[in-house]
């Protein structure tokens, strides 16, 4: 299965495919979101700006099939930036076939290439699914998150 994936940066072609994972991706979390902010994270992920969102492509037999978004921020704790990966999504069909733990990997990867040495990400409780693939792959920190909303 890995031998025709390929993981590289989003490109402005991409369009169409990533709109279409990324309204699955949003659906699928339970959450939502306008065309407005769609159109402004597109323009943000292809940036180029540091300090912006970045986006990973899964690719296979040239098709789009997975996407990961990431931003690199301060921390307060070491010297170095570190990198948050904010999305991650596969199609339903390929999942457990080792493209997630592509992206995951290539999202590292690229953080290390760029300077910063840790990746974390948080997934839903309920993400059976993800959380077999993160437990291989990664360790569970003890925390928990909690968001304020006006």
């Known amino acids: 299965m890995r031998d025709n994936l390929f993981i590289r940066p989003l490109i402005a072609e991409d369009k169409k495919a990533w709109f279409s994972m990324w309204k699955e991706y949003v659906a699928s979390s339970e959450v939502t979101t306008s065309n407005e902010v769609c159109e402004i994270l597109y323009d943000r992920l292809l940036s180029g700006d540091l300090r912006e969102c970045k986006c990973l492509i899964a ?22 930036d570190t990198c948050y990966m904010i999305d991650l999504f596969v199609e339903s069909d390929l999942r457990g076939k080792g493209v997630g733990r592509a992206l995951v990997e290539m999202v590292h990867t690229t953080a290390k290439q760029n300077g910063i040495p840790s990746t974390y990400w948080e997934t839903k409780d309920s993400n059976q699914n993800g959380r077999r693939l993160y437990e291989k792959i990664a360790t569970k920190i003890p925390y928990i998150m909690y968001q304020k909303e006006d």
């Open 59 to 80: 690719e296979m037999s040239g098709k789009p099939v997975g996407l990961a978004h990431y931003l690199y921020h301060r921390n307060t704790l070491t010297v170095e």
